[in-house]
């Protein structure tokens, strides 16, 4: 079968850093994407991986390991405009996108 | 990335009326364009994926009756909810995909109510 996990919610301070894990069992793999939701709106790209390692761009980075099925996104120097759901997602081998349920991020002054 | 438009971004109807849902791709000529339904606090549910020139492909459990389909040109793709129900009531999105990455560009969702 085909799983996604990730925490449903989670709650930082502003300035702090979270990491927000995504756990996956897919059959096929094309690449994990990460995406952000606020609410009430559609979802915007914020990152993908395909080799293991880790990405980084600007506050946000995102890590891979495939033998592991293990991802995390990395969001630094937390501002409150970060609060909002963030969904894991791997595309598969017909190239469409097995979500996750999302993992809502509180930002605390 | 690719821009995608929805309308309407809101609507409200009766039960037993049909509604259309537009959604455009403004820079990008797509061939594929897929539509999902959210319901509050759940995951992106993958409905259909719309083909231009031919028939949607829709996933398991959802109505191609009930749901209509239509991708008649490579900048827009519409769903019709005929005969809308009050469980029929979400938030729906649109995706466009582009590029090497074949990552997803989302339009705006559009918010049914059916009451």
């Known amino acids: 079968g085909q799983n996604i996990d990730q925490p449903t919610e989670m709650t930082a301070t502003e300035g702090a850093i979270v990491q927000i894990n995504c756990t996956y069992q897919?059959?096929?793999?094309?690449?994990l994407f990460w995406y952000q939701q606020h609410a009430g709106e559609a979802p915007t790209f914020l990152s993908y991986?395909?080799l293991d390692g880790l990405e980084e761009k600007g506050r946000f980075s995102s890590f891979l390991s495939r033998s592991k099925g293990y991802s995390y996104l990395l969001l630094k120097e937390l501002q409150m405009k970060d609060s909002a759901s963030y969904l894991c997602?791997?595309?598969?081998?017909?190239?469409?996108?097995?979500w996750g349920a999302g993992t809502k991020l509180i930002i605390k002054p | 990335g690719a821009v995608v438009s929805q309308h309407p971004s809101r609507v409200i109807c009766k039960s037993g009326t049909s509604v259309k849902i537009e959604c455009r791709s403004l820079d990008f000529q797509a061939t594929t364009m897929f539509w999902y339904r959210q319901f509050p606090k759940q995951s992106l549910m993958l409905m259909a994926t719309s083909n231009e020139g031919s028939k949607a492909t829709y996933e398991q459990g959802v109505e191609k009756d009930k749901f209509l389909i239509n991708h008649a040109s490579l900048t827009l793709s519409t769903l019709t909810v005929t005969s809308a129900h009050p469980e029929d009531s979400s938030f729906y999105i649109c995706?466009?995909?582009?590029?090497?990455?074949?990552?997803?560009?989302f339009g705006p969702g559009t918010r049914l109510t059916v009451t």
């Open positions: 897919t059959s096929g793999f094309n690449g």
């Open positions: 991986n395909v």
């Open positions: 995706s466009v995909p582009q590029g090497e990455l074949h990552e997803q560009y």
């Open positions: 997602a791997i595309m598969d081998s017909n190239y469409q996108l097995i």
